[in-house]
């Protein structure tokens, strides 16, 4: 005679057998993965030593990076790209989806043509500004020689002095298309009576901004905030196309920094750690955010 | 046969089978049973009569008799060595019948080969070079393109997978590494069976690591000084024999924005300028000992020459690859690069014969003998090879010198080849493609005799080290901190300081 299930048991594991080819996969194609980065960071584990083998040598990985010039111009480099980025996307995107939510005539194709730089892929964008870049050739020095302003064109992203300000401006010109749509969306659930009523009590546009439209976009501000602080973070193929890091390390950061370590000098152990301390900043960084907001929306 | 129906055509015809079959018999020496023809040939050969005694008509009669016996001779020499030859290659065809017998019964073996090659003109002509060579070790080679910046990894997880393939492309760098790392084998037994002085001495010291070689110097591609010539002429400039030469050239017909004196580049994922600089002042990464000696005053030389070299370069040094260069150069705007042999290929094919207005010398030494960047790739057998002794057969046919050289004349331009026969025959220079850009080539040769790879004289001793040294850019950031206004002095000191680290962190 079988055990009879009660209905609410049989619907627990029913639950569970459908949710779990989900959990599974994500195991597989996540968490594991994860893990086991996390994991290898722990170990030396050096291609070009096979005789050395795999061995726990505990946090020398971690005491390794943290001596490291190169990592910590990385870190540096990172944290400039990401907040110099995050904030130019979110004030740009602001301002484009501020002006792009009033009527006017040609409205749909400035907005259809705002998203081109989202939907190039990473190669071509990075080609392209590498071509507007060109000390020689490049339509921005070119004019800039024609002009009179300089007498031979400057080598935006291959010089100290410019290359990192040259790719912040790459990274906002890709991440803005985004920046603008999610924040356009938010502004059109804003009720437009809201705005109608604070005219009639005399409030300025300003007074409407800060007091209607900030506020109400706060959460998905603090969305995208969080998630282009992530992508920028992590972001690997935009930096490493137009300038490798270079020049003489001025742009490196440390996704590039992970990769030249596990695929240049082959040691994954040392690349597992700074992969490992990249996860950690980008959680802890996301707890605080979202913390925050938690605390704003409470008050 | 008489004077009157020997027609000069027939006189012609038989002297031509007699002068084919010295040159048959002459390719045949060895074979017992030609040499008494070749006895009689020279005989007829001794008792030739003057070409002009035989044609004219007035010839006395007497003479005429004295001809036609000759002649008689002559032809029955022709006949005779007619079926020697045709006995010879009737014995030739049943060799290679029995060489072809042989190969069939012994069991064709294949071999897989992983290499970088992705001109469509390189793959087909090393498949074929392969084939070829295959025939005779009864090897059919498989081969697999893997893009250059993949192979290395490739390489490295196949070793630790237990699926090396039998051969490998390789670098000197990445031989030395490899060597190190047991992933490529000895091969000075196979060098053995090739020939002893088959190739020069500095692109085989760099198969070499701890004295053994671990490759087969397959083709070179070293760096040379090339320059406009009809700009030399248009200035009266002599040709450069030394880097104050260079400079002071360059400086005269530098002229921006619309022309430079020279094209420097640093972008490439090696520091081609720093191995192509450092070798000429005797400025490298590691002593013999394997200790540090990057912070040397040669180093130093090396910085304040590419210092002065920026300043007549274009803007934005450290943003261009050699690419660049070469794009820069075919359209005019420097009068100086150092680039790869393989150059030659678009010098070639560029408009308004250009090729001619280019001259090229090999990049000069100011302390020392050694200069420029020695580019070249390796053949190797890997440890994980399951045919050993058939690698050694095929490699010794790949470096025959017929085949080797039918692959060299049918491959990419600009290429050189290692072996000295080759180097040293007219064959390969006077083929059609490569005599156009020949003197571009053998300057190559010449300059392959003085040029050391990865610009390290003693890399191979830090082997894995120098890996890490380039893979983290210290050569290439130590020139690109002088090309952005660095004092060369702080910047070598960095560098030195990260090799020191890279040295104690590797234990």
């Not at chain 1, 964008?125 to 020095?141: E, K, R, V, Y």
């Not at chain 2, 094209?263 to 490439?268: A, E, I, P, R, V």
């Not at chain 2, 678009?346 to 420029?372: C, E, M, N, T």
Request: aromatic share 10%; net charge negative.
């Amino acid at each position: 005679m079988g055990v009879r299930l009660s209905l609410r048991r049989r619907e627990q594991l029913l639950g569970l057998a459908l949710i779990a080819p989900t959990v599974i996969f994500i195991a597989a194609v996540v968490i594991y993965p994860v893990a086991a980065t996390l994991g290898l960071s722990f170990f030396s584990e050096n291609l070009l030593r096979p005789e050395r083998g795999t061995q726990f040598i505990g946090i020398d990985n971690f005491a390794r990076i943290f001596r490291d010039d190169l990592f910590w111009m990385g870190l540096k480099n990172t944290v400039v790209l990401t907040a110099a980025a995050v904030v130019g996307e979110v004030v740009l995107g602001m301002i484009v989806a501020l002006t792009l939510n009033a009527p006017f005539r040609g409205r749909g194709v400035i907005r259809t043509l705002n998203i081109l730089p989202w939907v190039v892929p990473s190669f071509v964008a990075a080609f392209i500004w590498i071509w507007l870049f060109h000390p020689q050739f490049g339509p921005i020095n070119q004019f800039l020689v024609w002009s009179g302003i300089v007498d031979q064109g400057i080598p935006w992203i291959s010089q100290g002095s410019t290359a990192m300000g040259s790719v912040i401006v790459v990274y906002i010109w890709k991440g803005l298309p985004w920046t603008f749509l999610v924040l356009l969306a938010g502004l059109q659930s804003i009720p437009e009576e809201w705005y109608e009523a604070a005219k009639v009590d005399g409030a300025s546009p300003w007074q409407q901004f800060r007091y209607i439209t900030l506020p109400s976009l706060r959460y998905i501000l603090v969305i995208v905030i969080v998630l282009r602080t992530i992508w920028t973070f992590n972001n690997f193929d935009l930096v490493y196309l137009l300038t490798g890091g270079g020049p003489a390390r001025a742009t490196v950061t440390l996704p590039l920094n992970v990769y030249s370590t596990a695929f240049l000098q082959y040691d994954f152990g040392l690349s597992a750690a700074i992969a490992a301390f990249m996860v950690v900043v980008v959680l802890g960084l996301s707890i605080v955010v979202l913390k925050l907001s938690r605390i704003e929306t409470e008050t | 046969m008489t004077w009157k129906n020997l027609s000069r055509r027939r006189l012609l015809t038989a002297a031509s089978v007699g002068a084919g079959s010295v040159a048959a018999m002459a390719a045949l020496v060895g074979c017992g049973e030609v040499q008494t023809v070749t006895e009689r040939v020279v005989e007829v050969v001794t008792k030739e009569v003057p070409v002009e005694r035989v044609v004219t008509r007035e010839v006395v009669k007497e003479v005429a008799v004295e001809v036609e016996k000759v002649v008689t001779q002559q032809v029955e020499v022709a006949v005779e060595v007619e079926k020697v030859v045709e006995k010879t290659v009737v014995e030739e065809r049943v060799v290679t019948k029995v060489v072809q017998a042989e190969a069939m019964q012994r069991k064709i073996e294949t071999v897989t080969f992983w290499d970088f090659e992705t001109r469509a003109l390189g793959v087909a002509a090393q498949e074929a070079w392969l084939a070829r060579a295959g025939t005779h070790a009864a090897v059919r080679v498989e081969r697999l393109g893997v893009p250059f910046p993949e192979l290395e990894p490739k390489v490295l997880a196949a070793k630790a997978s237990g699926t090396l393939p039998d051969m490998v492309w390789s670098q000197p760098d990445s031989c030395w590494t490899w060597a190190a790392a047991e992933i490529v084998a000895p091969l000075d037994d196979v060098h053995a069976a090739i020939g002893a002085n088959k190739f020069g001495n500095n692109p085989l010291e760099a198969t070499k690591l701890d004295g053994v070689s671990y490759g087969i110097p397959q083709f070179l591609w070293p760096h040379i000084m090339y320059y406009r010539m009809d700009k030399y002429e248009e200035n009266g400039l002599d040709e450069p024999k030394t880097w104050i030469d260079l400079g002071e050239n360059g400086a005269a017909l530098n002229n921006p924005p619309d022309h430079y004196g020279f094209f420097t580049y640093l972008k490439d994922a090696h520091p081609k300028l720093a191995w192509n600089l450092m070798p000429a002042f005797d400025a490298y990464v590691f002593e013999r000992d394997g200790s540090v000696a990057l912070g040397s005053q040669g180093t130093l030389g090396s910085l304040l020459l590419a210092q002065g070299l920026f300043s007549i370069s274009p803007p934005g040094v450290a943003g261009n690859d050699e690419g660049a260069g070469r794009t820069a150069f075919l359209n005019g705007l420097a009068s100086h690069m150092t680039s790869s042999t393989s150059f030659s290929t678009g010098l070639a094919a560029a408009p308004d014969d250009l090729l001619s207005k280019v001259g090229a010398v090999a990049q000069p030494s100011v302390i020392g003998d050694a200069a420029g960047l020695a580019g070249m790739n390796i053949l190797n057998i890997t440890t994980g090879s399951k045919h050993p002794d058939r690698m050694m057969e095929l490699f010794v046919s790949l470096f025959d010198h017929e085949i080797y050289q039918g692959w060299f004349i049918s491959t990419v331009l600009g290429w050189a080849p290692t072996l000295r026969s080759v180097q040293e025959g007219t064959d390969y220079w006077e083929s059609a493609r490569v005599k156009p850009v020949a003197r571009l080539v053998r300057t190559g040769v010449e300059a392959s005799n003085k040029a050391w790879p990865s610009g390290a004289k003693y890399g191979s001793e830090g082997a894995s080290l120098l890996g890490t040294v380039t893979a983290r850019n210290v050569l290439k950031d130590m020139f690109t901190k002088v090309s952005d206004g660095g004092d060369p002095q702080a910047a070598l000191e960095d560098a030195t300081a990260e090799v020191e680290r890279i040295v104690a962190d590797a234990g």
